[in-house]
Every structure is written in C-alpha cells, then in structure tokens.
C-alpha cells in the first residue's frame, strides 16, 4: 500500500486470511526485514509483502496535516496495488495504461502511454539542454577570455534555487501539474530563441547570457519540483521509483550526445544555430503534452491558497526522519562529492596532461556510468535506504581511492563505478522522499529536496576550486570524497537508531556478515 496519509495505521480487513502470526525466530536464517506495519494489522491479499514488522513510537503530530506514527524503514517502501485507501486519501485509478502493477522489469514505466509520450518529449529537449549548456560556456569565454566569467553563469543558473526553491515547492502543490509544465516548458523556449536571436544577429553580450541563465535558472525552480511530482501523476505509485530511474537515464544519454551535436554544430555554423536548436526542442515535450489522456493520470489533492504553506512544508519533513536524513545525505553529497567539472578538468591537465580531449573522455565515461546506474536502479522493483547509505559510502570511498591512484587508465576506469554510484544515490534519494510523503505535500518535499542538492553547488564549487588552487586536485578529491563517505555512515547509524535497529557483525560461514536487525519487537508476518 502506498505510504498515504494514516496508512500505515489503517484498519485490516476481517476476513479469514487474519490470522495471528506466529513468534519470529530469535536465530538461524531467517531475514528480518522490518516493515510498515504495525500490531494490529495483518498482510491483506494482493498488497505489497512484508517479511517482519515491528511495535511503532506513538504519538500522533496533530500540528502537521496528514501525519501519524510513521516508523523509519530501511528497507521497501511498500507501492499502491490501486486499492482504495481506508484513511481517505485518494486511491489509484484503475491501470488505463496498460502496465502491470508492481515491478514489472526495467522499463515496465514504459508501458504506460503517458509516462511514454513524457519521456518521448524529455529526450528531445535533455539533448538541447545539453547542447546549450556548453555552448553556453563556449561563447561566454570566446566573449571574456575568462573562466571566472564561466563560473558566474554558471552561478546565476543555481541561484535562483537556492533562493527561491522552497517557494516552487509551494506552487507545485497549488496549481495543476500539467498545465504548470506548458508554462514552464514555454518559457524555457523562449530562452533558448532569445539567445539565439542575439548570437545570429551579432548583437550578444555577456550580459545577455548572465540574464538568460538567470531567467532559465528562476523557471528551473517551479519547472523542477512540478516535473519530478509529475511523474508519479503519470505512473501511480507503484512505479515511480522505476519511472525516477528512467528519467535518470534519459537525461545522462542525452548528456552522451547533446555535447557532441554541439561541437559540431557550434564548428560547422556557429553557436546561435545551438541555441535555436535548444529553443525549438522544447516544442516536443509541449506536443506529447498536448497529447496525453487527462482520464489517466492519478492526480493527488491540491492544496489552496493559504498562509504558512512553506513553513507547514519544513515542519512535515522536520518531524520525519525517513525524509530528513535523506535529504540532508544529499545536501552533502552535492555539495562535497559532486565537483567533477572541478576535479576532472585538472586532471585532465595538470596530473595527465591530456588537454581537453582527456577532459571530454573523462566525462564521458562518468556519464556511461550514469546510464548503467539508472538502469539498474530501473530494474531494482523497492527503495530501500540502506542501498541509499551503502551506495554513499562507495561512492565516497571510490573517490578516495581514484584520487590517490597514480595510474591514468585506472583513474578513467574508476570514473565508470563512481558515475554509477552517484547516480544511484540520486535515484534512490529522490524516489524514496517521494514515495514517503504525502501526495499534498510532495512538492514542497521535492522542492526542498532539490534545493539542498542543486543548492549546493555555488558553495561546494568555489570551496573545491579554491582547494584545488592551494593543495592540488589530489586532496581536494580525496577530501570531497571522505566527507561523503562519513556522512553516508553518520546518517546510516541515525537511521538505523530511529528504526530500532542494531548493526550485527556474524562471521559464520553461511551467514550475512554485516547487517541491521531489530533490537526488539519482531514478529513474522509471512
């Protein structure tokens, strides 16, 4: 059942399935998986299957809509089977879209023709994302002959994010989605044609880019949290951690080829035609828009216009620990561990002396890596936080250890791993706030989300540019990468500690070496 308001105290059905569940083992084989449930409630037929369960913290928050004892879970968040919610949330529609309920393989979120015409549209308009991103900094270093000059653009994009994000949150959870995304999608067309019109007309300036990446950047903040809530409206519930996982791969296979269309177009023709192929591929996305069936979305309540949303929106995360410690992995994540342009240029130059063809393998190795990390989180059916906190870790010690290694094939090598685990860490981060919260409040959550992710960067990019400057980029990596790592460990242990659960150390052959199990309370369910 999907993680909706009251859910997890919902009433089970009388029937003759309800019967008591015997003790767990104390010992031996047996998994303990502890779930949603709590005593009382019994699996119902045809939901999703919990191995344990486990006694849950009374003490209902009355001062936050929608909340009540929710225990943290390191391990599935149970999806929607399209049964009707019993607390009065909205329920699932019926599958119109043909995919089957549950997981259903790595693109099962493909089967639903809406999710199928959205991505259709993404894949176009990510590849003139791409294309204008560094066609961008092209011309505004072709314009000055200065690299600070490129970090400001860069600045003026992310800004907007960090000042405004929470607030896009709010809009998300006012208005409809889908007609939010035609204004949102328009307006980043425009964008696009307007620079265009001055670099073919010879008439740009710097300044003129500085505006354009700020006007974009201030979209970008309702644009964000509306598409990313979007795709559960698309897919229901159950496929949205599959759906978030698609989305992944499609914007990283565009990272694949927008640059490279970029270079070509920008040699052969000049960089105004980039631009006003960037304009005109927002068209696409606006058309499969246009062509959705309404009838097959799952829409979730929209909040109306009142006074203290945002500050509603921090108290619900504030008071969960299944969504706080997620985003504030993240927030470090992207602030320490997301530095590559950084790390990967100096590389490039100052430790292999490959100039910028180095520096464009180098990237496109991180973004293969990307794609395989979001497939195989395609096919990965539950979010899991332990995966989030095990991927977190690897990513930060692989970091580690290609920051020392003195060897270059293996440092381009590492860069496949260490795409793969950063994008999981995304992946599974975003799907599992999502799927935790309340459908009311899930754009504020996104917003949030996305802010403390993307927020970070006009702060982690200086701090490691300037590292990079005074130590060399083998510290400055090192370092970006051993405060992720501890901060994947810190958070494991907090919630691990919210879940009553305790680290096991078992050096038995047969047995799991490392894991978390409950302290107490367990009883099995099926």
Request: glycine share 12%.
């Amino acid at each position: 059942m999907s993680p909706g308001p009251g859910a997890d105290s919902a009433p089970a059905p009388q029937s003759d399935h309800d019967t008591p569940a015997p003790p767990a083992r104390a010992s031996g084989r047996s998994r303990y998986l502890p779930g949603r449930l709590i005593p009382g409630t019994a699996r119902i037929p045809g939901t999703a299957r919990f191995r344990t369960r486990r006694r849950t913290r009374t003490g209902p928050r009355a001062d936050i809509p929608g909340t009540g004892p929710r225990p943290v879970s390191l391990v599935k968040t149970p999806v929607s089977t399209g049964r009707p919610a019993t607390d009065g949330s909205p329920s699932v529609g019926p599958d119109t879209g043909g995919a089957d309920r549950g997981h259903g393989g790595m693109f099962s979120s493909l089967r639903i023709r809406n999710y199928r015409l959205f991505a259709s549209g993404a894949v176009v308009s990510n590849t003139g994302t791409w294309m204008a991103r560094i066609t961008q900094d092209w011309l505004v270093l072709s314009l000055t002959g200065s690299s600070a000059a490129v970090g400001i653009t860069t600045a003026m994009q992310f800004l907007p994010m960090l000042l405004f994000g929470l607030y896009g949150g709010v809009i998300a959870d006012r208005f409809p989605k889908r007609t939010l995304l035609f204004f949102t999608q328009g307006a980043m067309s425009f964008g696009g044609l307007f620079l265009a019109a001055l670099t073919l007309s010879g008439n740009v300036q710097v300044w003129h880019v500085y505006m354009t990446a700020f006007f974009t950047g201030l979209v970008t903040v309702v644009d964000n949290p509306t598409r990313q809530t979007f795709v559960s409206e698309m897919v229901g519930p159950d496929q949205v951690r599959n759906a978030v996982s698609l989305n992944s791969a499609n914007f990283q296979s565009a990272r694949l080829l927008g640059p490279a269309i970029a270079g070509v177009l920008t040699a052969a023709v000049g960089p105004g035609w980039a631009f006003l192929a960037n304009g005109l591929s927002f068209l696409a996305p606006l058309t499969c828009l246009l062509l959705m069936r309404t009838a097959e979305l799952h829409p979730g309540p929209r909040t109306p216009r009142g006074k203290g949303q945002l500050r509603e929106g921090l108290r619900y995360v504030s008071h969960r620990p299944e969504l706080i410690w997620p985003i504030v992995l993240i927030g470090f994540i992207g602030m320490f561990g997301f530095n590559f342009p950084i790390w990967l240029s100096a590389y490039a130059d100052d430790i292999f002396h490959g100039g910028s063809g180095m520096y464009g393998l180098f990237n496109t190795l991180m973004a293969v890596g990307s794609v395989v990390g979001a497939l195989l989180a395609a096919r990965r059916g539950t979010s899991r936080l332990r995966v989030l906190v095990g991927a977190a870790v690897a990513f930060g010690a692989l970091q580690i250890v290609a920051a020392v290694t003195p060897s270059l094939w293996v440092f381009a090598l590492l860069l496949v791993p260490i795409g793969m685990l950063g994008l999981t860490v995304n992946v599974t981060a975003n799907s599992s706030v999502q799927l935790g919260t309340d459908p009311a409040m899930r754009g504020r959550v996104i917003s949030l989300f996305m802010m403390v992710f993307v927020g970070g960067t006009p702060i982690g990019g200086p701090l490691f540019g300037w590292l990079t400057d005074a130590y060399g980029v083998q510290i400055s990596m090192a370092v970006g990468g051993l405060v992720s790592a501890v901060s994947a460990l810190v958070v494991g242990l907090v919630l691990a500690r919210a879940a009553d659960l305790r680290l096991k150390v078992d050096l038995r052959r047969g047995q799991p070496h490392v894991r978390f199990v409950p302290k107490r309370d367990l009883v099995t369910v099926a």
